[in-house]
């Protein structure tokens, strides 16, 4: 489903040279949960921003489903970018629409006709868990409702591949459980596949204990550290 290829990203500012990336090698199963785990500067976001080419590799292939990315130029790449679907620490919601019309957002740039729209945004709302809340704002919203918000806006194109940069970690240990619980669901049900960075979930002491047992790939970028953790899908929800 995605394989990344000696991918590297280097960013040169006025005074720097950084490797963000380096020689990163990767494959990930349609499917999959994949979660990035490393240290503040590791380039975690970095490599997710590489799967859908909010930043173009220095080197590298990046491939995703039939997509070779670096490859696409226009409406192909807006098409790619539509299976590949991002979520939000911040959830990035539109503040002057309501929860529907933030899921509705997509379809409409898509050119969904409105009765098919509304029928989606119905469907969405149901499989995130806020029936009843369509009318609300963001303002009106519990922070996990908001990620719930993003999560439904994220799969109203029916995407292959989530990407989730540090989409809990604006949150509480509970509500970012029930996030979790809901994207494992939604692996489940939709056969979404999801790459993650994990940083705080690292508080969760169970949790870390656990992800230390799980296969883990090691790629140094320069002095800095960036893991990966195969993960497997049980064990993404077991905690204490
Ligand atoms: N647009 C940019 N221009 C210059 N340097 C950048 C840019 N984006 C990221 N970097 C640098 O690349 C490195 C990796 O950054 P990145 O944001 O990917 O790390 P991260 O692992 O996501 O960190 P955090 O856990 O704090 O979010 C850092 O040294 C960062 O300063
Ligand atoms: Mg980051």
Redesign the pocket.
């Known amino acids: 489903m995605i394989q990344m290829n000696n991918v590297s ?1 280097s ?3 006025k005074d ?1 040279h ?1 490797h ?2 380096k020689d990163v090698n990767l494959t990930i199963e349609s499917g999959e949960i994949f979660g990035i785990i ?12 590489l799967l859908n080419l909010l ?1 173009a590799p220095s080197s590298g292939t990046v491939k995703i489903a039939d997509y070779d990315m670096l490859n696409l130029k226009g409406r192909a790449l807006r098409k790619a970018r539509q299976e590949i679907s991002m979520i939000f620490q911040h959830f990035n919601l539109l503040w002057s629409r309501t929860v529907r019309e933030n899921i509705a957002y997509p379809l409409e740039i898509a050119g969904v006709p409105k009765k098919k729209r509304n029928e989606r945004v119905d469907e969405l709302i149901s499989l995130v868990g806020l029936d009843g809340r369509g009318g609300a704002y963001p303002s009106q919203l519990s922070g996990g409702q908001k990620q719930r918000v993003g999560i439904a806006r994220a799969l109203a194109n029916d995407p292959k591949v989530l990407l989730c ?2 989409a809990t970690s604006a949150l509480d240990p509970k509500t970012t459980s029930s996030i979790l619980e809901l994207l494992y669901e939604i692996n489940q049900k939709l056969g979404l596949t999801i790459v993650s ?1 994990l ?1 705080k979930c690292m508080s969760f002491t169970k949790f870390v204990g656990e992800l230390q047992s799980w296969k883990m790939e090691k790629w140094s970028s320069k002095g ?1 550290c ?1 893991m990966c953790l195969n993960i497997q899908r049980k064990k993404l929800l077991k905690r204490s």
């Open positions: 990203k960013f040169v500012t720097a950084i963000a990336v490393g240290y503040s500067g590791a380039g975690k976001s970095t490599l997710i921003r930043e940069d540090e960075s940083m800095q960036l």
